[in-house]
């Protein structure tokens, strides 16, 4: 139980400090951020800091810190320190750098971002991977809550009429003014994820489970290995590069860029203590990673129902049935959102006008509508190696932001080459990758870390590349 508060103790110190430091590379300052210049009533809306917190809190997390902790948690308390040090380390200053860098940037997308300080090649991948990947994500999320709504419903209110009333919700969500909906109510949904959290982890001490301490031995009761699969599993909670796509919905509604370490990095330490009480509860629980492991046989919502039910009674039953509906719902509904901003960045297309939302909304809805109609499992496999993966570019396009402005560059650049072996590493040792030999493998992964950092250095330390060592309008100091 040590381990534990120490990593809860390092999760709150590490904002108050290491946030701070990367504030300070950074170098927030009293411009007025596009939710000022740019204000259009859609998706530059000026809100308040506390509501946008509690907005990106949802947006990044969602049920992401839950399902994806209690699946690290199988490998044992060793998850402590990934959800920990990834968050303080890899995923703050990630979510961080990329919202602050959208906010300097017009409230641009990661795409187009990625294409800025990666070249146009990369822009190109990445509009396409970006905009696939959110429309994946919104289509995974939109049956899993239609079953569940129908199964606490009468018969006549079937799953197909509930996929019906989520997909509408999607639309609207999508299209409309974001502090109409999305504004409104995310706020409250924040609340109940917090909520739920502290239920579970208060209750888990008072009623004398059993936290075990970390031990960096592989607890897992299949042996699947740690490196890379914990770290691919543990992506909300600790890195995510889902993250990149919403920070910019964020960036577009600051009023002031000193908060954005409240909002960005904050949010994200705030879900990794969410990972972090989830996790623990996982393991002590079930009394063990064995007991977790066959739990989460029978789903993943079910172990969620099961621990808040057992731990908080009836009203916990409620909070536990909005989380694992409310959550799923709320990524997906961000996530057509972000896909539609990212169309527009890519096609300049001004989403004030009613039309031009219309344009680009019907289209990723009618898409979505049609995938929900098929087995998209085994596409999702792909989600948790992709995730990585956009997190691992999204920190290299960071990494060249800050060398252009002589700022610290290697506290992107660390994480980046990181990033860079377990996105590597997994595709070549998972069942949907190459099925290597993590003999073959491991090596392979170290080398192309080494490799892209390797080209950072030669192309933007060395000076061997292009020449891009004049700033954007958008990166200048204010005057």
């Known amino acids: 139980m040590i381990s534990f508060f120490v990593c809860l103790a390092l999760l709150i110190i590490g904002f108050l400090t290491y946030s701070k430091v990367t504030e300070k590379v950074f170098g927030p300052d009293d411009r007025k951020p596009p939710a000022l210049t740019m204000t259009d009533g859609s998706d530059y809306v000026p809100m308040g ?60 997308s990661v795409s187009e971002l990625t294409g800025t300080y990666l070249g146009n090649t990369m822009k190109q991948v990445m509009r396409v991977f970006s905009v696939v990947l959110l429309v994946l994500v919104g289509v995974s999320f939109s049956t899993g809550p239609a079953n569940l709504l129908a199964m606490l419903t009468p ?60 031990t960096l031995s592989n607890l897992h009761p299949s042996g699947t290995p740690i490196w890379p699969t914990m770290f691919i599993s543990v992506a909300c909670g600790a890195i995510s590069g889902f993250h990149a796509t919403q920070s910019p919905l ?133 989600f948790s190696w992709s995730n990585q993966t956009l997190a691992m570019i999204a920190l290299w396009s960071a990494s060249v932001y800050l060398y252009r402005r002589k700022c610290f560059y290697w506290i992107t650049a660390l994480p980046a080459a990181f990033m860079s072996a377990v996105s590597c590493t997994y595709i070549l040792i998972a069942k949907e990758g190459f099925r290597l030999s993590t003999g073959i493998a491991y090596p392979i992964g170290i080398l192309f870390a080494a490799a892209c950092l390797g080209i950072f250095i030669y192309t933007c330390v060395l000076g061997k590349g292009k020449n891009h060592s004049s700033l954007a309008a958008e990166d200048k100091p204010a005057a």
């Open 49 to 108: 800091t506390p509501r946008i917190f509690l907005i990106q809190l949802l947006n990044i997390a969602g049920l992401g810190p839950i399902f994806g902790a209690l699946a690290g948690a199988c490998w044992g308390p060793s998850v402590f320190l990934w959800i920990t040090l990834g968050t303080l380390l890899g995923g703050g200053v990630h979510d961080y750098m990329v919202g602050m860098m959208s906010m300097r940037h017009k409230g641009a």
């Open 155 to 214: 018969d006549v209110l079937d799953s197909r009429f509930w996929l019906a009333v989520v997909l509408i919700y999607y639309f609207i969500a999508t299209f409309v003014p974001i502090d109409k909906v999305i504004g409104k109510i995310y706020p409250f949904f924040g609340i109940c994820l917090i909520v739920m959290a502290l239920g579970v982890g208060g209750s888990i001490l008072l009623k004398g489970y059993h936290i075990p301490e970390i």
């Open 250 to 382: 964020m960036a577009r509604c600051l009023t002031n860029e000193k908060d954005g370490r409240t909002v960005f990095y904050g949010a994200m330490v705030a879900e990794g203590v969410i990972a972090l009480i989830w996790a623990a509860a996982g393991v002590a629980f079930y009394n063990g990673t064995g007991g977790l492991l066959t739990a989460l046989g029978n789903g993943q919502s079910s172990v969620v129902y099961e621990i808040c039910f057992k731990l908080l009674g009836p009203v916990g039953a409620v909070i536990a049935m909005i989380g694992v509906i409310a959550c799923p719902i709320s990524s997906a509904d961000t996530a057509y959102r972000s896909a539609r901003l990212t169309l527009a960045d890519w096609f300049q297309m001004d989403q004030k006008p009613v039309k031009n939302r219309l344009i680009l909304t019907v289209p990723l809805l009618a898409i979505g509508s049609v995938l929900t109609q098929f087995d998209v499992q085994i596409v999702w496999r792909y």
